[in-house]
């Protein structure tokens, strides 16, 4: 008879660099059942998890990418590198009639570094991958998707070093606030476009919440900015078309001040509550903690907004109760949540939820 403790397999997970060990505690605290941690690279931390672990389970906050049961391979050529992971993806699509796309990462873009060591060989690494497939399962080319929330099966893998990969094949899961895991960005990261006419750098953090969500304001939605000066989420809001009632003590910058899609109101943020239920709410308040609870109380039981993107941000560690209160208020409304670390994020979380039925 053998035990009833299934096997461990790694597992690896990709996270904003420098909050590894705040991605290992988390881990703790959600009682996942790690039998070995270790840091691989800035942004990269391996865990043991029992094989097939719930992929939905293993989805912490400070987590950006999860690559599940994943196998090292160690091989002196691009061509040994990519056949394992050519012949394990094969076996997966074998039968299946779904999409699929596969992921080459390299650890430096972990660090957001734009041409990280080892890129180029990554890339013929794939190419490798590619042309196995086409001589073993040329049937499978022609549904590799690339991106969205279509994707059914997504293959990723490393480049550790140049005789080195760890690879992952899984099924993407459909996440019911938005989004999949694994995240079908690669490594979990959006890419994020510079914008020169935006009055703050935080516009990117706005825009990796829509990316990671897979959605994001339809054309002439209505939406409410709380703490919006200077006004760079508003200008995210307005670049997809949407109508923005910005809140803050402080005004915009003068080009969205002037924008007739904009209604500023020179108020306390946590005091406003819209006439008629928005699409979207949005709010990058700078506040104790416990105060986006308070925020999300007065907003999600009367159902004011469709969908949120809130951040929720501490001084020195993760204010956890604070989370769990403001996620436990936004479950009890019915929204479907996701909580996440963005690589732009700072010192915060951002909070993320859809109306459910
Ligand atoms: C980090 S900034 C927001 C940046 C903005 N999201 C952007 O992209 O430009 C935080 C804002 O929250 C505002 N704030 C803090 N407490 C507030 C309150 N009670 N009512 C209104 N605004 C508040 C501050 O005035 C500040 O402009």
């Not at 796309?101 to 490798?128: E, T």
């Not at 279509?150 to 990723?156: I, S």
């Not at 099924?171 to 079908?184: K, N, R």
Request: net charge negative; charged share 20%; hydrophobic share 45%.
């Amino acid at each position: 008879m053998t035990g009833s403790i299934p096997p461990s397999a790694p597992w690896l997970f990709t996270c904003r660099h420098t909050y590894e060990l705040t991605l290992l505690a988390e881990m703790r605290l959600l009682q996942l059942p790690v039998q070995r941690s270790d840091v691989l690279a800035p942004g990269l931390v391996h865990v043991d998890l029992p094989r097939d672990f719930p992929l939905l389970t293993a989805n912490p906050a400070y987590a950006l990418q999860v690559l599940p049961n994943a196998v090292e391979v160690f091989a002196p050529s691009i061509r040994a590198l990519a056949e394992p992971i050519a012949d394990a993806l094969r076996a997966q699509l074998d039968g299946h009639t779904g999409t699929w796309d596969v992921h080459a990462l390299v650890p430096g873009q972990f660090k957001g570094n734009p041409k990280p060591p080892m890129r180029r060989r990554a890339d013929l690494i794939l190419d490798a991958v590619l042309d196995r497939l086409k001589t073993t399962a040329r049937w499978a080319l022609k549904r590799r998707i690339t991106g969205g929330r279509d994707v059914a099966v997504l293959a990723q893998f490393v480049l550790f070093d140049e005789g080195h990969v760890w690879f992952s094949i899984a099924p993407v899961q459909q996440l019911a606030a938005g989004g999949t895991w694994p995240a079908t960005l690669p490594a979990g990261l959006a890419e994020v476009a510079d914008d020169d006419v935006a009055p703050a750098s935080s516009y990117r953090k706005l825009v990796e919440a829509f990316a990671c969500l897979n959605a994001a304001p339809a054309e002439g939605d209505v939406c409410v900015d709380l703490g919006a000066c200077p006004g760079g989420w508003t200008r995210v809001l307005l670049q997809h078309g949407a109508h923005v009632t910005a809140v803050d003590r402080a005004p915009l910058a003068p080009h969205l001040m002037a924008d007739p899609r904009v209604t500023f109101l020179p108020s306390d943020a946590f005091a406003y509550r819209p006439e008629q239920p928005v699409a979207w709410l949005v709010s990058d308040i700078i506040a104790f903690p416990e105060r986006v609870g308070e925020l999300l109380v007065q907003w999600l039981p009367d159902r004011r907004c469709e969908r949120f993107v809130v951040q929720i941000k501490f001084k020195g560690e993760p204010d956890w109760p604070a989370v769990q209160a403001a996620q436990s208020v936004a479950t009890r409304a019915g929204y479907h949540l996701i909580t996440r670390h963005f690589f732009n994020d700072k010192n915060e979380l951002t909070l993320m939820g859809r109306q459910g039925d």
